[in-house]
């Protein structure tokens, strides 16, 4: 199976733009969807981005995803950053009726 | 509304069984495939099983493959998950997720979780 690496952590100040890259370590980033999961302290996880660049009803058009078969990574932008966009997040993707995640990137709003 | 709850976790010594329940209201529960994903302290997310929305098919990581067992009781809007031979590093918050109907492979909908402890 195939591994989804993220960067630990990043930071950006309130109203700038971030970019969280997850790439994959085998096969083609473009044979599977990616999707996108927010996890605050103390509450369950929400899709944020899905079908790689999908938006779901109730999550503001700030959250963007895309794909990039050139460096086989996906990326989750979200602009105009907010505090409480301060969280974990987790790209997902699946092969083989096997379902892989990144290790989660710590995304801080300072 | 539109939910799912988990129930069932709790502290068990290494080597023991425990089930995990979850329930699922205000949606056709027979509709979908269901996941189990944990989360252990300090830790990511970790994919654990799914099961196809009828229990025709079933899918494991390799960690609990052979010790753990997803099933369905379509008619009690019911997941479950029976861990057996349970080990330390199988303690973790479990959530149930529900998969969507076009992709099952997207987490569309989550529990708020049920932590299991194992330690003796």
């Known amino acids: 199976n195939f591994m989804l690496t993220q960067p630990h952590s990043v930071s950006e100040s309130p109203g700038k733009t971030v970019t969280i890259s997850c790439t994959r370590s085998s096969g083609n980033i473009a044979s599977n969807y990616v999707q996108w999961y927010q996890r605050r302290p103390g509450s369950a996880p929400t899709a944020v981005i899905y079908e790689n660049n999908q938006r779901p009803s109730g999550v503001p058009d700030r959250f963007s995803g895309s794909i990039d078969s050139s460096s086989n990574s996906a990326s989750l932008t979200i602009s105009g950053l907010k505090t409480e966009d301060e969280a974990d997040y987790y790209c997902q993707s699946y092969d083989s009726n096997h379902v892989v995640f990144g290790g989660g990137t710590k995304l801080t709003v300072l | 509304q539109v939910q799912v709850v988990e129930s069932g976790g709790g502290v068990v010594q290494p080597g023991r069984s425990l089930r995990l329940s979850c329930a699922a209201s205000?949606?056709?529960?027979?509709?979908?495939?269901m996941h189990w994903v944990r989360q252990a302290p300090g830790k990511g997310l970790e994919w654990v099983a799914v099961?196809?929305?009828?229990?025709?098919?079933?899918y494991y990581t390799d960690s609990v493959k052979g010790r753990f067992t997803i099933s369905r009781d379509n008619s009690k809007n019911t997941l479950y998950l029976q861990m057996n031979s349970l080990r330390v590093e199988d303690t973790a918050v479990y959530y149930c997720a529900r998969g969507q109907l076009a992709l099952i492979w997207y987490f569309h909908l989550w529990g708020r979780g049920t932590l299991v402890t194992v330690s003796s």
């Open positions: 099961i196809w929305y009828d229990g025709s098919k079933k």
């Open positions: 205000e949606f056709t529960f027979s509709n979908y495939g």
